[in-house]
């Protein structure tokens, strides 16, 4: 079957299923039982017609239509208990799901960052100077023989508080700058991994990389890693607009930016746990390694949780 052709054949089902999901809201007891059981029929219709377009239009937008509606649908169908079931499913897999569905712009987003930090980095080791460019108020980590700031309960408190306004200043800024076609999210993002390579460049050339590494390995991995997945739901907002597929620009940007919003919200709890480890464990003086351990253990259960809850099964019940 050509797209154009699948498009017009089941285009119907899937404005219902959308109807009934704008109706539904977060409450699916808004639904009469006629409309709950459509809802159910049309969620494994259109989930089957997900699995068909993923193998013959993988890289169409109207795969990415597909895929926004089953988790939509999915979530209302699962929704059983009402708000706090619904709140509890989200962070369950609802949030893993729609990282997952927007793996390609994610990954994106990570070279987008891991790239410019190399740079940064290189640049920094063969040019002292570039201290000069560089926000002063991270330049200690170059320098400093110790992450033990001095700071008592009460000023770690109101650090922590400062650096997790500060991420998630920066991770929705990365996701609303998707309306200017991705390029802003693009920047924000590379901005951010230029100035971690160059300081991770200037701390090796002054012998001071353990210091920076104690600084920033408890808290970074999961901190960069959310700054990648706002930026990853920036850029599938740009893609959104750029790429509408069957649905006009404002539809296309309306419905990924529903989904993104809710992406938002879910890093918002992981930079919540970033900002608490860097105000309680990464400014205390704790060495390298343990640091780096536990950096590295947050990070990978992040991931993990977005293969193991984020991918689909391939069947459908």
Not at 25 to 39: A, H, K
Not at 124 to 153: C, H, I, K, R, Y
Not at 155 to 183: D, H, K, M, P, Q
Request: with cysteine; aromatic share 10%; proline share 3%.
């Amino acid at each position: 079957m050509k797209l154009t052709e699948f498009i017009e054949q089941r285009k119907s089902s899937w404005d219902d299923l959308d109807a009934l999901i704008a109706k539904a809201g977060r409450r699916t007891e808004r639904l009469d039982p006629d409309e709950i059981l459509t809802l159910a029929s049309l969620y494994r219709s259109v989930s089957a017609d997900l699995g068909y377009a993923r193998s013959r239009f993988p890289t169409d937008p109207v795969r990415d239509r597909l895929e926004r509606l089953v988790v939509d649908a999915r979530a209302r169908v699962n929704q059983g208990g009402g708000v706090r079931d619904g709140v509890g499913a989200f962070f369950k897999t609802g949030y893993w799901e729609l990282i997952w569905e927007r793996r390609a712009p994610t990954a994106l987003a990570a070279l987008a960052l891991i790239l410019p930090a190399l740079f940064g980095a290189l640049w920094a080791l063969g040019d002292d100077t570039l201290v000069e460019q560089l926000p002063p108020e991270f330049l200690w980590v170059t320098q400093a023989q110790s992450t033990d700031q001095g700071m008592n309960t009460v000023e770690l408190v109101g650090f922590s508080a400062f650096v997790l306004n500060n991420n998630i200043r920066v991770t929705l800024l990365a996701f609303v700058l998707g309306v200017t076609w991705g390029l802003g999210t693009g920047y924000v993002v590379a901005n951010n991994g230029l100035i971690l390579g160059a300081l991770a460049g200037l701390a090796i050339a002054n012998d001071n990389w353990e210091v920076f590494l104690a600084a920033v390995m408890a808290h970074g991995v999961l901190e960069l890693s959310c700054i990648v997945v706002g930026g990853g739901a920036g850029l599938s907002l740009g893609r959104a607009i750029l790429r509408p597929g069957p649905l006009t620009r404002r539809e296309s940007m309306a419905q990924e930016a529903r989904s993104s919003v809710q992406i938002a919200l879910g890093t918002s709890a992981w930079l919540v746990l970033a900002g608490f480890i860097e105000g309680f464990g990464s400014r205390t003086g704790i060495g390298w390694i343990p640091t780096t351990i536990f950096g590295l253990v947050v990070g990978a259960l992040f991931w993990s949780l977005v293969v193991w809850r984020g991918r689909p099964f391939e069947t459908v019940d």
